[in-house]
């Protein structure tokens, strides 16, 4: 065991995993974070709290999470390198560890010209590969970025991110591979709606042996609307939507719309379930927390199982 956390126990045991996700709020509202939390209670194995989505400002991961902590819920910390440099990374990591945060996710961040402060300065002093290594090197060799000891080392399970549908599509696997390589223990895909395209892109995967390396959970987003697939669509860099979930949203009829989504996103948690390499997945219901039980019971994801 790395880290003990419920999510790498459920996933250590063969169980098919679920996790959840949760945007903290732009102000301090903690009651919003509770409310949030409420939802996903008791049917995930653990609950991302995104660092500054989108570049938008909002409440700091690391407090979200410890809000989580409190309401007996286990966080995955997602850390970008977007706005902070090897300094504040490895601060933070220790600062959140301390709190008994055991989940980290590694990422990049979206770039600040797409949020609400596009004139900020961002930082982005180490990238997310490097980000990875450096927890697994504070975590396994017990020493910061500089080599100097630690007085106490965190004990986490590393995620990071995956983009099956990234340009050019035949380098996907091999930029998974490379944060495999570079020290992750679980990813979690963006959004999948192609499936057919992340079947291929599995196959890849574990012709590369690297399901066998890490645990790969697939993403799963409900859509709300016609245009909310419309716009990811068109605007979203990296998404596939393909013609047919547009026609079937549109089929459905505006007041049908949402749930036509959830149908969709139950029926690809089933195909995800079937899918070789695939450890669980992970629901981005996001400002829609109220409807993931609905999806994870749909999907026969309920009860969860337990682990000591």
Known sequence: MKAGSNLEKVLEAGHFAVTGELGPPRGNNVEEVRHKAAHLKGIVESVNITDNQTAVVRMSSWAACKILLDEGLEPNFQMTVRDRNRIGLQSDLLGATALGIKNVLCLSGDHQRFGDHPEGKNVFDLDSMQWIALCKKMRDEKKFLNDKELDGAPEIFIGAASNPFGDPF???????????????????????????KFREFMKRVVDLGLHEKCYILGGVTPMKSVGMAKYMAKFVPGMDVPEEIVKRLTDAGKKNAAEEGIKIAIESIHQLKEMEGVAGVHVMAIEWEHRAKEIIEGAGLLPRPKVD
């Open 170 to 196: 035949s380098f996907r696997p091999m930029r998974l591979a490379k944060k495999v390589a570079a020290g992750t223990d679980f990813i979690q895909t963006q959004c999948i709606y192609n499936m057919d």
